[in-house]
């Protein structure tokens, strides 16, 4: 059964920081590309970062260059999304994201991120 199970989410002020966490389970985590997309209340679900499968590569949705960081841990079948300088437009639910070949993809659940003083 494959599960992307997040943690890390929560309420912090703004220019605060969090680490999200997402575990995967039952499929081949290290042959996947991994990402995060966030929703906003009333917006389109959008990209916010995507490492690819051995971490040799990553990218970013511009507004948050400089401040988040992708990483995986392929020995835990984990990846990461550190949010640092989080500003109040940052309020999302983020969801983590696997893409692999034959266009295979699996959701996490989402979990709610506040950034408000």
Same mark, same amino acid.
């Given at each position: 059964?494959?599960?992307?199970v997040e943690s890390?989410?929560?309420?912090?002020q703004p220019g605060?920081?969090l680490r999200r966490?997402?575990?995967?389970?039952?499929?081949?985590?290290?042959?996947?590309?991994?990402?995060?997309?966030?929703?906003? !209340?009333?917006?389109?679900?959008?990209?916010?970062?995507?490492?690819?499968?051995?971490? %040799? %590569?990553?990218?970013?949705?511009?507004?948050?260059?400089?401040?988040?960081?992708?990483?995986?841990?392929?020995?835990?079948?984990?990846?990461?999304?550190?949010?640092?300088?989080?500003? !109040?437009?940052?309020?999302?639910?983020?969801?983590?994201?696997?893409?692999?070949?034959?266009?295979?993809?699996?959701? %996490?659940? %989402?979990?709610?991120?506040?950034?408000?003083?």
């Amino acid at each position: 059964q494959v599960q992307l199970v997040e943690s890390g989410g929560g309420l912090v002020q703004p220019g605060g920081s969090l680490r999200r966490s997402c575990a995967a389970s039952g499929f081949t985590f290290r042959s996947y590309d991994m990402s995060w997309y966030r929703q906003a !209340p009333g917006k389109e679900r959008e990209l916010v970062a995507i490492i690819t499968n051995t971490g %040799g %590569g990553t990218n970013y949705e511009n507004s948050v260059k400089g401040r988040f960081t992708i990483s995986r841990d392929n020995a835990k079948n984990t990846v990461y999304l550190q949010m640092n300088s989080l500003k !109040p437009e940052g309020t999302a639910v983020y969801y983590c994201y696997a893409s692999g070949l034959s266009s295979i993809q699996y959701w %996490g659940q %989402g979990t709610q991120v506040a950034v408000s003083s």
